[in-house]
């Protein structure tokens, strides 16, 4: 089955403590991105790659980091952790070419900082 | 730079009824456009896309959007809503001349609720 798998879905975290999002997919997808979806604000991307080791920043990157070593793979790190990025993230993937904008998300990872 | 607008927060219509989501973009080039659904505790669907040719875009689930260059709208219909059709929706936009950049900007959404 085609999908985007995201670990952990759901993380309670204290400021300050690093952690890592897991995000994989199995469609050999070129493209992937980061969202964050906050109430009111839709989503925002936070990191894409075009491929492997190809990244660049999206509209809202501070406070994060990410790596593509493999083509399936693209984590997002989170160095130091503040309240303020207590969000509803989402992995995305997809094609290039036109059908970049054809994206497959993840279930979402829920993450909470105190 | 683009901007995409849902101008409603909230849309609701009864079963069987036809439903529109609305849509405006601005963008300074011509715009690529699209439109996904979450359903809840779910991530994001594509539904369909607008990127060039016919102004009228068929997608999945029986839903369409007609894409509007003079009034830069590019709202969603579907003739005959389904309860299941309820969700939120979101419009996304990227501005074709933007170069190497593959940021699209998404809108804040719209729950769709559709009542018995």
């Known amino acids: 089955e085609a999908q985007v798998t995201q670990n952990p879905r759901y993380l309670i975290t204290v400021t300050g403590k690093k952690l890592t999002v897991t995000c994989s997919q199995n469609m050999n997808h070129e493209y992937m991105s980061w969202y964050r979806q906050d109430p009111g604000l839709g989503l925002r991307q936070i990191y894409y790659?075009?491929?492997?080791?190809?990244?660049d920043k999206g509209d809202v990157p501070e406070g994060y980091k990410v790596s593509r070593k493999e083509k399936r793979n693209f984590p997002l790190i989170l160095e130091s952790p503040s309240p303020n990025q207590t969000s509803l993230y989402f992995c995305?993937?997809?094609?290039?070419?036109?059908?970049?904008?054809?994206?497959?998300f993840g279930p979402g990872t829920r993450l909470t900082v105190t | 730079a683009q901007s995409v607008a849902q101008p409603e927060d909230q849309v609701n219509v009864a079963e069987g009824n036809p439903l529109t989501v609305k849509c405006t973009y601005s963008v300074s080039g011509n715009p690529y456009l699209f439109w996904y659904v979450q359903y809840p505790n779910r991530g994001l669907q594509f539904l369909l896309k607008?990127?060039?040719?016919?102004?009228l875009v068929k997608g999945s689930y029986g839903f369409e959007a007609e894409f509007n260059k003079s009034q830069t709208s590019f709202h969603l219909k579907k003739p005959s809503a389904l309860v299941s059709d309820s969700a939120l929706y979101f419009c996304?936009?990227?501005?074709?001349?933007?170069?190497?950049?593959?940021?699209?900007?998404f809108g804040r959404g719209t729950s769709l609720i559709v009542h018995p």
């Open positions: 607008y990127i060039t040719g016919d102004n």
């Open positions: 996304a936009v990227r501005d074709k001349g933007s170069g190497g950049s593959y940021i699209p900007t």
């Open positions: 790659s075009m491929n492997v080791e190809v990244t």
């Open positions: 995305a993937s997809s094609d290039g070419g036109l059908a970049v904008y054809e994206q497959y």
